[in-house]
């Protein structure tokens, strides 16, 4: 997204969705979903995860890991239920730009009627839509595909129809404008002599003491002039311009070079005029309108914002294990659905999840009425074996677990603590 947006980001205002896709709610859930559960972890699976673990936390030594005795293996299941909802958001702002067809014509191009059908009259009469009568329409109207389904994104487009040729009213349909650097001169002091027009840097005596000419070139603070302005002279044949008070002025009054100011003293870079062209306006003393571009033109339109977000949450069952471990953990996926809107479980072997399941999916309902549509929702169970497993080392006896399809393990701190006697 481009930092153009972002300024932009707070003049939009957000369009509710019509009414009627919100109770698109599908209907075809099996009640009686087939549940089945993992494989319990392997004993080998449970020594392999151990000696990584206890290797890294550097816990026990490989021996006593090797002599370990498995006494028992309890094996349990950990659910995790899952709901993501991918929801839009539309939002409309106006906006004035320079007039640029092409811009114009990239962004309408990836936009396209939504069912176009759906327009017709009951009567049958086809009213051909051209892109004049598209100016008042519902932003929602238009099929924008998110690029990734359950993924974040935000596109910005010209809503199509709502775009309106002006003339620019900064400059008139100029398509120029004041320069306000050298407010309309075209010229400023050269910096390189301090506008003296000499090499030196210094303004010369011998003219701004002539009788003819009596003008300091430009305002010398150092030299008891304080605040003086520079006094451009326009030759009135469109000859060059000049300072007051610079070699340039005496040679165009006089006739002739200054006395004792030889062609070398002169400053290289104003040739003893004192002032240069403007860098802003390039001499011209207009320069290019921002706000048109310089094209005299600008457009009116409707930027629309469509916003792709991905709501997450998620229930873990009961487990011995802290909860905090198993985000971590994959399992196997004992059932998946995707649909318009899904329903929450309700027969699940296991009655918390389908009671949290009813929770997530009210509150994700709720969360997709107003200004929100849902686009489609997916939700899950994964069940996580999980191994407790009960071991001898030497005297030591102790517990830990392996979880996972990952076969993650989880030794106590205070192994002592967790002991069976
Ligand atoms: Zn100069
Ligand atoms: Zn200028
Ligand atoms: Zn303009």
Not at 122 to 138: F, K, V, Y
Not at 297 to 304: D, F
Request: glycine share 8%; hydrophobic share 30%.
């Amino acid at each position: 997204m481009s930092s153009e947006y972002k300024e932009l980001e707070s003049l939009f205002s957000i369009i509710s969705p019509p009414k009627s896709t919100e109770c698109n709610r599908s209907n075809n859930v099996a009640e009686d979903h087939c549940y089945s559960f993992g494989l319990p972890i392997s004993e080998y699976a449970i020594r392999e995860a151990v000696t990584k673990e206890a290797k890294d936390r550097k816990l026990w030594n490989s021996k006593a890991v090797k002599n370990m005795r498995i006494d028992n293996i309890e094996h349990q299941c950990c659910y995790h239920y899952v709901l993501e909802s991918f929801t839009e958001q539309r939002s409309t702002a106006e906006t004035t730009e320079p007039f640029s067809i092409g811009q114009y014509m990239d962004s309408a191009a990836f936009c396209e009627m939504r069912n176009p059908l759906d327009s017709l009259g009951p009567s049958g009469a086809s009213p051909t839509r051209s892109i004049d009568h598209l100016e008042q329409n519902n932003p929602w109207e238009y099929s924008v595909e998110p690029t990734k389904e359950f993924t974040a994104a935000t596109k910005v487009m010209v809503l199509p129809g709502s775009s309106r040729m002006t003339v620019c009213s900064n400059c008139n349909a100029e398509g120029q404008q004041h320069c306000f650097h050298c407010r309309g001169n075209g010229t400023d002091k050269c910096n390189y002599c301090r506008g003296t027009g000499m090499k030196a840097g210094v303004a010369h005596p011998a003219i701004y003491t002539h009788p003819m000419i009596g003008t300091f070139p430009h305002g010398d603070s150092n030299m008891g002039y304080p605040g003086g302005s520079s006094v451009i002279v326009r030759p009135p044949n469109k000859g060059q311009t000049y300072a007051a008070g610079t070699p340039m002025h005496f040679m165009m009054k006089a006739g002739l070079p200054p006395p004792g100011i030889g062609q070398h003293d002169l400053c290289v870079y104003c040739r003893g005029r004192g002032i240069k062209d403007c860098v802003q306006c390039k001499g011209q003393g207009k320069k290019s309108c921002i706000t048109c571009g310089g094209s005299g033109r600008t457009m009116t339109l409707t930027k629309l914002k469509i916003f792709f977000n991905v709501k997450r949450s998620d229930f873990f069952t009961e487990s011995e294990l802290p909860q905090h471990l198993f985000h971590f953990a994959t399992g196997e996926q004992v059932v998946f659905e995707c649909n318009n809107y899904v329903l929450p479980l309700k027969k699940f072997a296991v009655k918390e999840i389908n009671e949290n399941s009813r929770k997530i999916c009210a509150d994700h309902l709720q969360g997709s009425l107003g200004n929100t549509k849902m686009i489609k929702q997916r939700h899950y169970v994964d069940s996580i074996p999980v191994a407790k497993v009960f071991y001898t080392i030497g005297k030591k006896t102790g517990v830990f677990w392996v979880y996972g399809s990952e076969h993650l393990c989880y030794i106590p701190k205070k192994t002592s603590h967790c002991c069976i006697s």
